[in-house]
């Protein structure tokens, strides 16, 4: 998925195992529910542009750069 744009999408509930999301823009996705533990090139700034990151699932040092980003509100 490297490069792929999400922006807008709906990916409530998505599983991303292995996938490469470097430079992929998620600005207004809906990521309620997704599973984006094992994703790789994920960043604090593309997950604080989407809807619904506080219920989504995340490798402990993306969630911390997330919480520390977004702020905490787990």
Not at 52 to 65: E, H, K, M, N
């Amino acid at each position: 998925m490297l490069g792929a744009d999400l922006r807008n999408t709906d990916l409530r509930g998505a599983t991303f195992p292995g996938a490469v999301l470097r430079d992929t823009p998620m600005d207004g996705a809906h990521v309620e529910g997704a599973d984006f533990r094992g994703a790789l090139g994920l960043t604090a700034n593309e997950i604080c542009s989407t809807s619904g990151w506080q219920t989504a699932q995340f490798d402990p040092d993306v969630l911390a750069a997330v919480q520390a980003r977004c702020g905490s509100a787990r």
